[in-house]
């Protein structure tokens, strides 16, 4: 079965060297825009962890045509529905909005001068640097998680460089060192021409994309692409198997703990050029899991089975809270579906998460703004958009020799790290 309408079957065209990908959708009352910069918190120095991510809040507050904060909310809240927003990502830096037809082209040299060409004021950079360094806490806690999580990373990522941050916005204390001039010099450095992809999704025609990309992409400087790092096909074991922690100890006694216990099982694979291996995997597991350990154990409401792609990588998590004392059975209940998976068993199980895989994509029901945040990730990640008729393709080729063979080699207890958590 081929799809009448395939929403990722994307255009493709390069503009003064910068890649531009579009989709023409007539019924999209606005034009969705993703501005890429190919540099993330995986590319941050040593010490300077959280340097991208600073970079990233910076150009909201000022640039030459709108010299301060105040300015720029007023023109983003006003051509771009007060859609105006940034985020970083391991591998990415993406800044997004989205406009009516009649601001489509009009809003780009705004766009772009408040990006490429922000003030990047002592003053500024000093006053973010307090917001961050407060978001850093309020998501970490206190120096004892600060560690844990340190020695997570560390455990499962060995020397790569990913192994340095565990969010994007870096550590209270590296933040604390991010001077302006690393803000500067880092902005030099990787905002340009060919560090940089574009994006558009709505009511458009290649003449409307050739002429926004245009205005994005000219007299802006070239430069280099950030170095990508070779990573083994399969990822070595992590350096140990993993930990229990107090989490009442751990987070303090005032603060609002669960009952229940966590447990948090992770793997990382590196990047295959079969995702849907991966994908069909991780359903598998879940289902066997939900069943077993809510619907045989009683143990849990729910278990979550999911992954976090990266440049050259994913980290693959099985989460779950249940009562402290089945945490033991819970593991032994998720060794089995391992066991019997790997063990060519579950052959039905296989038949019936490939068949709900495809009927996903076939009756999804996807928005525009959904469409180009899908469509980012998988540029950032594979430097293309994969169409869904292709997807669907590969997963009606999937077999279940192929499933079993891989979670046979990447999920043998012997790869897994655990953390337990207790209330």
């Known amino acids: 079965m081929r799809l009448k309408f395939d929403p990722f079957a994307f255009e493709y065209l390069e503009i003064d060297g910068v890649p531009v990908f579009y989709k023409k959708l007539p019924w999209c009352p606005t ?21 991208t991510h600073f970079l990233e809040h910076m150009p909201f507050e000022g640039c030459r045509i709108f010299p301060n904060r105040e300015l720029v909310r007023k023109f ?155 990573t083994p096909l399969c990822w070595p074991a992590p ?20 009952e229940q216990a966590t447990l948090q099982i992770s793997r990382v694979i590196g990047k295959s050029s079969d995702p849907e291996i991966l994908e069909a995997a991780l359903e598998m597991f879940n289902r066997a899991a939900t069943q077993a350990i809510r619907g045989k154990l009683k143990a849990t409401y ?28 819970t593991k032994n209940v998720l060794a089995e579906i391992q066991s019997e998976i790997a063990d060519r068993k579950l052959a039905d199980l296989f038949g019936q998460v490939r068949q709900q895989l495809i009927d996903d994509e076939i009756y999804s029901e996807i928005t525009g703004g959904q469409i180009i945040n899908a469509a980012t990730n998988q540029i950032v990640h594979d430097g293309t958009v994969i169409d869904l008729n292709s997807k669907i393709e590969r997963l009606q080729k999937l077999s279940h020799e192929e499933v079993c063979s891989f979670v046979e080699k990447e999920f043998d207890p012997s790869r897994l790290y655990t953390i337990t958590g207790l209330p």
């Open 239 to 258: 350096r140990s198997s993993g930990f229990t922690i107090e989490t009442r100890k751990l987070y303090g006694a005032t603060a609002k703990i669960s």
């Open 76 to 230: 983003t809240e006003k051509f771009t529905l007060d859609s105006f927003g940034a985020y970083t990502g391991h591998s990415e830096t993406a800044f997004r909005f989205r406009t009516n037809e009649d601001n489509f082209l009009g809003v780009m040299t705004g766009i772009k001068n408040v990006i490429f060409h922000p003030l990047l004021e002592p003053s500024t950079v000093a006053g973010e640097r307090k917001v961050i360094i407060n978001e850093a806490w309020e998501k970490l806690g206190n120096h004892s998680v600060i560690e844990l999580r340190k020695r997570t990373r560390k455990d499962l990522f060995l020397d790569h460089p990913s192994s340095k941050f565990d969010r994007p916005l870096g550590w209270p204390d590296t933040i604390a060192q991010i001077t302006d001039e690393d803000i500067s010099a880092w902005h030099k450095q990787w905002y340009h021409r060919n560090n940089l992809a574009l994006v558009f999704v709505g009511n458009l025609n290649t003449g409307l994309v050739r002429e926004a990309a245009k205005s994005i992409a000219i007299n802006l400087p070239c430069g280099q692409k950030p170095t990508c790092v070779a």
């Open 31 to 51: 034009i969705h825009t993703r501005i890429i910069l190919k540099i993330g918190a995986v590319d941050d120095p040593v010490d300077k962890e959280g340097l």
């Open 302 to 329: 729910d278990v979550d089975a999911g992954a976090v792609d990266s440049r050259d990588h994913s980290l693959v998590r099985l989460e779950t809270r249940i009562p402290a004392d089945m945490v033991g059975p």
